[in-house]
DNA sequence: TAGGCCATCTGGTCCT
DNA sequence: AGGACCAGATGGCCTA
């Protein structure tokens, strides 16, 4: 009857699209990605003989037939594998913390949520976009390649490029500029960083990693019957808060007067 | 104290 | 039928 969890956990389809790109510096192709499979198959394993308790052998029963004791067995074992399924996505988001261009340490604080995810989502639209600059630089050097071994022997005095000075900018955020209330920045490199960052030593405020990528979207390139990602075509939720309708405080009264009205 | 963030529970829906 | 996924509700913790 109980199928594993391994599975079920890396074949569903919120998570293997992830590992199709199997290609070198591929975030989910690295060992994290496959030793978090392997801890969650160890996992399930071990949660199998707990579930197992409220597994009635054999006979299986409609819910109306259900005793109460049944029934909340039942509940706590879904609600045990809610649970398991929220920290499999919180282990999830913390690798991608790891791999985020921003200072890591214990005296950092880390990320939240949504942080994380606003900032990936701009990390990797920056990288897109300066892969395509790179992409048309390396073109441009190799197709005036004849021309300036005559004229110069001296590359290294080529200006920098505009976009390499925003990367430069963008991926050298810390978690101080990212959430003002950290209590110390650590100038600490982070133990997985992207290569981009561990060898860019710039220092400049970032906010524009989580706010708003439009800046990048002028060298972003459009491709015809691709999904396109950039910000013009897929707005960025405007802010943390228009997630919720009401203030906090708001939410909470809400909830009295509703406890009071019932 | 308000607001942000989070974990957990819960019921509904979809998929296998 | 069982499990995964999702969103809403709730309460706790922390910080400015």
């Not at 004849?146 to 430069?168: E, F, N």
């Not at 909470?252 to 007067?257: A, N, P, T, V, Y």
């Amino acid at each position: 009857m109980m199928d594993s969890d391994a599975d079920s956990t890396c074949s569903r389809s919120s998570s293997p699209d992830l590992v199709v790109d199997d290609s070198a510096g591929s975030f989910f192709s690295n060992k994290m990605f496959q030793t978090y499979c392997q801890e969650n198959r160890a996992d399930s394993e071990a949660d199998q003989g707990r579930t197992e308790l409220c597994s009635r052998g054999g006979k299986t029963k409609t819910r109306s037939e259900l005793s109460k004791e049944e029934i909340h067995d039942l509940r706590l074992k879904v609600n045990s594998r809610e649970r398991k399924r929220m920290h499999d996505l919180n282990q999830a988001m913390d690798g991608l913390r790891e791999v985020m261009p921003y200072a890591h340490g214990p005296s950092v604080r880390k990320l939240s949520k949504i942080s994380t995810l606003l900032l990936a989502r701009n990390y990797i639209l920056m990288l897109s976009s300066s892969l395509e600059e790179m992409k048309k630089l390396v073109g441009d050097v190799y197709g005036g390649a004849a021309v300036q071994s005559r004229t110069s022997t001296h590359p290294a005095h080529l200006p920098l490029h505009p976009l390499s000075q925003s990367l430069h900018t963008l991926v050298s955020s810390t978690p101080s500029t990212l959430q003002h209330h950290s209590p110390s920045p650590s100038s600490a490199p982070a133990p997985h960083s992207p290569p981009s960052t561990s060898f860019l030593s710039f220092h400049a405020p970032v906010q524009s990693l989580l706010k708003d990528p439009l800046h990048l979207t002028s060298s972003y390139r459009h491709f015809p019957g691709m999904p396109c990602p950039c910000s013009l075509c897929q707005p960025l939720p405007t802010t943390t808060s228009t997630l919720h309708s009401l203030p906090h405080s708001e939410r909470k009264k809400q909830r009295k007067d509703d406890c009071y009205m019932n």
